[in-house]
């Protein structure tokens, strides 16, 4: 766990090498956001920081639209510390708590399930629950974000198992659905045609 001084020198010279170690929780506005986000920084009394992404999702804060908390280098938090820690993880990666229980994974690792989510509070900031919850989401914006595929596609590919889990898991999020995020986009992308085609000599209009 790096200290409130470290990661506060970090937020504000917007260091990159702080990337992904740290997440800035901004209680004004219920952001969170990583080290290098070009916004305004925020005031040293209005910020939390938090270990992991997962962590901040679980104290309430929503991933900043503008640096893309999705988009962060993999954590050295999301490992642990710990061999158990590092075990637990890799297998919330690989997909362990989109079908099982916090208990199913806890027999794998050969503890319990409170032994299990302490560890993980200790070492990550937030329950194994919060930790797939999280993984599955980001991994649903990246691909909103970066590919064409259907949201039926997006549901299964990230782990949520229908669209049904997909949409409420966004809405909780973000306090919209993920189609609005692909109309957004969609919208873009016109714009920027449109651009273009209007452009001088552009060779998309019809010769007169």
């Given at each position: 766990?790096?200290?409130?001084?470290?990661?506060?020198?970090?937020?504000?010279?917007?260091?990159?090498?702080?990337?992904?170690?740290?997440?800035?929780?901004?209680?004004?506005?219920?952001?969170?956001?990583?080290?290098?986000?070009?916004?305004k920084?925020?005031?040293?009394?209005?910020?939390?920081?938090?270990p992991s992404?997962?962590?901040?999702?679980?104290?309430?804060?929503?991933?900043?639209?503008?640096?893309?908390?999705?988009?962060?280098?993999?954590?050295?938090?999301w490992?642990?510390?710990?061999?158990?820690?590092?075990?637990?993880?890799?297998?919330?990666?690989?997909?362990?708590l989109n079908?099982g229980?916090?208990?199913d994974?806890?027999?794998?690792?050969?503890?319990?399930?409170?032994?299990?989510?302490?560890?993980?509070?200790?070492?990550?900031?937030?329950?194994?629950?919060?930790?797939?919850?999280?993984?599955?989401?980001?991994t649903?914006?990246r691909?909103?974000?970066?590919?064409?595929?259907?949201?039926?596609?997006?549901?299964?590919?990230?782990?949520?198992?229908?669209?049904?889990?997909?949409?409420?898991?966004?809405?909780?999020?973000?306090?919209?659905?993920?189609?609005?995020?692909?109309?957004?986009?969609?919208?873009?992308?016109?714009?920027?045609?449109s651009?273009?085609?209007?452009?001088?000599g552009?060779?998309?209009?019809?010769?007169?």
């Amino acid at each position: 766990m790096l200290d409130f001084s470290t990661c506060l020198n970090a937020m504000r010279q917007r260091d990159a090498a702080f990337d992904g170690l740290f997440f800035i929780g901004v209680r004004t506005t219920g952001i969170y956001c990583r080290p290098v986000c070009r916004v305004k920084t925020p005031m040293e009394k209005n910020v939390t920081f938090y270990p992991s992404a997962a962590a901040a999702e679980q104290a309430g804060f929503r991933p900043c639209l503008r640096c893309r908390p999705e988009t962060a280098p993999f954590s050295p938090a999301w490992n642990g510390t710990r061999t158990t820690a590092d075990r637990a993880m890799r297998l919330i990666a690989q997909g362990a708590l989109n079908e099982g229980s916090v208990e199913d994974l806890a027999e794998r690792l050969g503890i319990g399930a409170r032994h299990l989510s302490r560890l993980l509070q200790e070492h990550i900031g937030a329950s194994p629950k919060q930790i797939a919850q999280t993984l599955r989401t980001h991994t649903a914006k990246r691909l909103l974000d970066e590919t064409d595929m259907s949201m039926a596609d997006i549901a299964i590919e990230a782990g949520f198992g229908s669209t049904r889990r997909f949409n409420a898991a966004f809405n909780k999020l973000y306090g919209r659905p993920p189609s609005s995020f692909r109309k957004k986009k969609a919208a873009l992308r016109r714009a920027v045609t449109s651009r273009r085609a209007s452009a001088p000599g552009s060779t998309s209009a019809p010769p007169a």
